[in-house]
Nanobody
């Protein structure tokens, strides 16, 4: 079992910042953040590899979001800066035993998912 427990989120005005956290148990897993807006497909936001910490970002969040992990504390984080109304969604933490870098957004690689936290950005 790789239970994932998310925290953080909330409401903020455009241009503001929020930080999401996710507690995980298995340090060997690739970790990712996904989001799902009403009426839309769940999409990948960012991911990070377990060993060398290689990071991956969706084009829509590059330069604004930063994913990081602290294996000593078993915590995954997503720092979100310069938030935009289009970032409004439920954000999910996810864990994958394996993925190829080019496929980090493929939800089929992710074995475990958190319950999701709401992020709302007002204009």
């Amino acid at each position: 079992q790789v239970p994932l427990v998310e925290s953080g989120g909330g409401s903020v005005q455009a241009g503001g910042s929020l930080r999401l956290s996710c507690a995980y148990k298995n340090r060997d897993y690739h970790m990712g953040w996904f989001r799902q807006a009403p009426g839309k497909e769940r999409e990948g936001v960012a991911a990070i590899s377990p060993a060398d910490g290689t990071t991956y970002y969706a084009d829509s969040v590059k330069g604004r979001f930063t994913i990081s992990r602290d294996n000593a504390k078993n915590t995954l984080s997503l720092q979100m800066d310069n938030l935009k109304p289009e970032d409004t969604a439920i954000y999910y933490c996810a864990a994958a035993s394996f993925f190829r870098g080019a496929n980090w957004m493929d939800k089929r690689f992710y074995n475990y998912w958190g319950q999701g936290v709401q992020v709302t950005v007002s204009s």
